[in-house]
């Protein structure tokens, strides 16, 4: 019944942070719930990790490897993000009574509540469900800020995804039909994958590349991808983390849940498709990365180069690249959100997001400069980073899998992120500040949150425990190909 | 019977689908929008009985209760009334370009719907499956090319719509939860556009959402104007 | 044999001796929607008459096309009479002389030398008439023809007669998606070839603005009649396609009983008058179109039609 209680814990933090009365107990409330959730799904995770799936209510919630990886990873990022808010928000829009803070500390946890969701549901409508709400419930938290850029953010956010959305809807239909099709079964991830051998290719083939080019829209997939920056930049840091870290992630996840099924048909070259799609994603936002002015849209860039990572790893195929790309989304997330606490840090102290009126951060902020620093080189993936190991599990896989052409492109892209990236961040951390620089401190609640990430980031990427190994193993299983 | 009004529904729906990409008030947007979540309703109604579906009793009279009712309700309440009167006066493709890009979208969702009917032969998804295609494509062309927030949300919505015409033909025994889930979800979409919409009336002035392109990489003014957000920023702390 | 010409005949005699009363209904339901009186159903027979009793005035500029082109106007409607199903389901003498694409060549010869008259006075008006209703032509014949070639498409054949008793009557295929937008395509094509109102104010008097009126200012008396008496049946016959053809084709005579025949005629003119209800909604409904938005009408006639033809060949 732990699965149950994951989501509920957000759900009810949101209830009490509306209603509480004193200053920081909604920033509290929220926090107090995030790392129930953190400790639950890490409870699950284990026991996924061992072996032992965890089934809650068949055929509607369960875990397996891929799916408690995904749970633990919001979880993790949720607290963190929660933590960060309680210093961030507070700096930012406090004084007075505390009314914003109230509000977004409510669509914060809704918003949370509907990530652990999705990879916790098995039937497929309710999945779709879920993803949808992730988008509801977060249109406001982009829009926090109610300036005219934020408002154009949130719009074009939820006018692309929804229309992603009701595209992926038809793909779920068609599936649907299909498994009618052979004779019924449960319309669940395991009951699809079972019956997909029977159902005609033509309409696995269209089901998936509907969903992929709908719910790719979420991910941040290159012709849909327009609303990412924007989304990612005007939001709120900590807001930023969770939808940059690990909502493209958890509709990542749902994409990869139908690789097995539509694999199993002959005639469809899915492997193809993922590639191009990945490799395309991957190539479009490495040349981005190069003429972007704004801190923050420089990490929105970065992730869409590495779901494209992501997905081409899986398109490549074989067990090894799986697991690397299991490595990439874990690795992805943690750096991804440290990244976004990094740039709200250096807003904080600096008051802007621009790149060009940046300068110096090392000496007018230490904290926030060394957390930019080390941020763009974990996101970009300078070895030993977490990132640089999955990066090059897959590049290695992929060479030995013989498919030099695409593996080529790949490497291209990363270094040409890899130089993009250290080339901002360098002129952004280092450099003479200019005179009217102002000296700011952070808040405690960041510099925990900071460190708390950073901890994972370094670690994991000089070793990585037994535990994680063995659920990452799990979690490649499933979208092995 | 039952296949023929089913096809006179299809015929229908298909008419507002592209009487929605076409330039007119929001409110006839609204109106032509109600048509189609009828037709939608109406087909549901009928295939219950056409295919012994019971559940798509249930479909029929959310679908009539949200599309038709509340939600055209919702958006008029969230949003201020002078909105629906205004017409967009330079459209970004006019009139009979959009009409052939419809056409060229209606013929690719027959071409793609062709090869799935005929795998699978049902004779109510010969018609409903293409023509739900049809609807979702038509639906995102607003979203392209028109201006105005309204249209925009109406388009959405019409996506959906198409996407559950052609569900209706091919999953009518979805669970029931889903399609409860589904029409609530539907008028969260609603609620949450219309609120964001008022937001953007109220703070920018104008619900001319093409209007609002300051964030993009091109470097002077965009460097310009984020300096200005900058310095507003600033100025809140 | 004999009652088969009688049949023929009666079926001209229906489309020369109703079509003005048509017209007349027509115009008294229009004002009487606008809260006027209107003139009397029978006004359109009063003019005809006053005007076949006056003399004719003809331009001494004007060629022998001048003279020739009411006749050619009268006419042409009569014959397509002849190809169509206005009192019999059943084919009639001439039935097979020509199919839809013929009687619209026939109908389009009408209008041909309409043009070619108005061109022919020097009268500054008739030019800029003709020149327009060319337009509006020219726009329309493409969707005429995507309405025709669905129709054969389907039916296999071009003949009215066929089309209609395979495709229309089954009930199955009366509702189809394909059938239901191509009567929406016809609709438009009816308002725009007769000049109705979102395309054309037939009941405008400002020569400027006209289109399809200015090409007649020159005729007088007996022309002056025929001409008007001609629009009146090209108007009936286009109707009479639309319906009995294309989306009602109930209550036509089945067999060649003369009182069969005899009881068609009360029932295609309700049919013609409930259609007459329907437009005088639209035209109420509708402003009159700029001239250059006139292809935004047509074009969505042509995407209408085109459609339906999609719906059909998948």
Not at chain 3, 7 to 22: D, E, G, I, K
Not at chain 3, 109 to 125: E, I, M, Q, S
Request: proline fraction near 5%.
């Amino acid at each position: 019944m732990i699965l149950v209680a994951i989501p509920l814990f957000p759900l009810a933090a949101s209830g009490l942070s509306a209603v509480l009365p004193g200053r920081r107990a909604a920033a509290a409330t929220t926090f107090v719930g995030a790392l129930a959730s953190l400790l639950a799904s890490g409870g699950v995770a284990l026991r996924v990790a061992r072996g032992a799936p965890v089934v809650a209510v068949p055929g509607w919630l369960a875990c397996d490897g891929l799916s408690a990886l995904v749970l633990a990873l919001i979880a993790l990022v949720g607290t963190a993000s929660a933590l960060f808010s309680w210093g961030y928000i507070d700096e930012r829009v406090g004084g007075g009574h505390g009314g914003r803070e109230r509000l977004y500390y409510v669509n914060f946890n809704l918003f949370l509540f509907s990530l652990l969701a999705v990879p916790l549901l098995l039937e497929l409508a309710l999945v779709w469900i879920a993803v949808e709400l992730t988008t509801l419930l977060s249109v406001f938290l982009v829009s926090f800020d109610n300036t005219r850029e934020a408002l154009e953010a949130a719009w074009k956010y939820v006018v692309l995804t929804l229309m992603g959305a009701a595209i992926a809807l038809l793909g779920f239909l068609l599936l649907y039909w299909g498994l009618r099709g052979t004779g019924g079964g449960a319309y669940t991830w395991a009951g699809l994958a079972a019956a997909a051998p029977r159902v005609s290719p033509a309409l696995l083939g269209t089901a998936f590349l509907l969903v992929l080019v709908g719910f790719g829209a979420k991910t941040g997939l290159v012709p849909l991808h327009t609303w990412l920056p924007d989304a990612h930049s005007q939001a709120p840091a900590p807001v930023c983390a969770l939808l940059s870290g690990v909502e493209t992630t958890a509709v990542l996840y749902t994409i990869l849940r139908l690789v097995p099924v539509v694999a199993a048909s002959a005639s469809f070259r899915i492997g193809a498709w993922l590639v191009a799609f990945g490799l395309l994603s991957v190539g479009v936002a490495a040349f981005l990365l190069i003429q972007t002015t704004d801190c923050k849209r420089l990490f929105a860039y970065s992730t869409v180069e590495h779901m494209g990572i992501i997905l081409a790893a899986v398109g490549l195929g074989g067990p090894l690249v799986a697991y690397g790309a299991a490595y990439q989304i874990t690795s992805h997330a943690l750096t991804k959100a440290f990244c976004f606490f990094a740039s709200g840090a250096a807003l904080l102290s600096t008051g802007t997001r621009e790149i060009d009126a940046i300068r110096g951060l090392i000496r007018t902020s230490p904290p926030a400069g060394a957390a930019l620093l080390l941020g763009g080189l974990a996101i970009a993936g300078a070895p030993p980073s977490a990132v640089f190991l999955s990066e090059f599990s897959i590049l290695r896989a992929g060479i030995a899998g013989g498919q030099f052409l695409a593996v080529g492109l790949l490497a291209l892209f990363i270094v040409v992120a890899f130089v993009a990236i250290m080339f901002h961040v360098n002129r952004m951390v280092f450099g003479l500040p200019g005179p009217a620089a102002p000296r700011a401190g952070l808040p405690a609640a960041c510099v925990i949150a900071l460190v708390a990430v950073a901890v994972p980031v370094v670690l994991l990427g000089l070793y990585t425990p037994s535990v994680l190994h063995a659920l990452l193993q799990r979690a490649a299983a499933a979208v092995e190909r | 019977m039952v296949s023929s009004l089913n096809d006179l529904a299809g015929g229908v729906f298909l008419l507002t689908a592209f009487g929605l990409i076409v330039p007119w008030q929001a409110a006839q947007s609204l109106r032509l929008f109600v048509v189609q979540s009828m037709c939608l309703a109406a087909s549901a109604l009928l295939l219950a009985s056409g295919l012994g579906a019971p559940d798509l009793i249930a479909v029929g009279a959310l679908t009539l209760a949200t599309k038709s009712l509340l939600i055209p309700w919702l958006l008029r309440r969230t949003v201020s009334r002078e909105i629906y009167t205004r017409r967009e006066l330079s459209p970004v493709v006019n009139v009979p370009s959009s009409l052939l890009v419809a056409l060229a979208l209606v013929v690719l969702s027959y071409f793609v719907a062709g090869p799935l009917v005929a795998a699978v032969p049902r004779t109510f998804a010969r018609v409903n499956l293409p023509i739900g295609l049809a609807g979702l494509l038509l639906g995102a062309y607003p979203l392209l090319v028109r201006r105005e927030a309204i249209p925009q949300v109406i388009g959405i919505l019409a996506m959906e719509n198409g996407a559950f015409y052609a569900g209706v033909a091919i999953a009518p025994d979805l669970p029931l939860i889903a399609e409860l889930a589904a029409a609530f979800d539907v008028l969260v979409i609603a609620l949450v556009l219309g609120l964001l919409t008022r937001t953007i009336h109220e703070r920018v002035g104008t619900t001319d959402v093409a209007s609002l392109a300051t964030l993009r990489e091109i470097r002077v003014s965009g460097a310009i104007l984020r300096k200005e957000s900058g310095a507003r920023e600033g100025a809140a702390r | 044999m004999t009652s088969r010409v009688l049949t023929n005949l009666l079926q001209v005699a229906t489309v020369l001796l109703l079509s003005p009363l048509v017209r007349g209904i027509l115009d008294r339901l229009e004002e009487r929607v606008q809260s006027k009186r209107g003139p009397s159903v029978w006004q359109p027979y009063r003019d005809l008459w006053k005007l076949f009793h006056k003399d004719e005035v003809v331009s001494e500029h004007s060629s022998w096309i001048f003279r020739v082109a009411p006749y050619v106007i009268f006419v042409t409607p009569i014959f397509v009479a002849l190809l169509i199903p206005v009192l019999t389901a059943y084919p009639l003498a001439f039935a097979f002389m020509g199919d839809m694409l013929g009687g619209g060549f026939v109908l389009a010869l009408g209008g041909f030398f309409a043009t070619l008259a108005a061109v022919d006075t020097g009268n500054p008006y008739g030019p800029m008439g003709a020149s327009r209703t060319r337009m509006v032509g020219f726009l329309a014949e493409p969707v005429f023809m995507i309405v025709f070639f669905t129709v054969s498409f389907v039916a296999g054949s071009t003949i009215p007669y066929i089309v209609q008793q395979r495709w229309v009557r089954p009930l199955p295929t009366f509702f189809e998606p394909a059938h239901v937008l191509l009567m929406m395509a016809f609709i438009m094509l009816i308002l725009a070839e007769a000049g109705r109102i979102p395309v054309d104010n037939p009941s405008g008097h400002f020569e400027l603005a006209m289109i399809d009126e200015s090409k007649g200012l020159e005729y007088s008396g007996r022309a002056a009649a025929l001409v008007k008496w001609g629009g009146a049946m090209k108007f009936f016959v286009l109707l009479v396609i639309f319906l009995n053809v294309l989306v009602t084709p109930w209550g036509l005579a089945t067999t060649q009983a003369p009182a069969q025949v005899l009881l068609a005629v009360p029932l295609v003119l309700l049919k013609i008058l409930a259609f007459l209800l329907l437009l005088v909604v639209i035209e109420s409904s509708l402003a009159k179109l700029r001239l250059f938005r006139i292809t935004e009408f047509l074009g969505a006639a042509f995407v209408t039609a085109t459609v339906a033809m999609i719906t059909r060949v998948f």
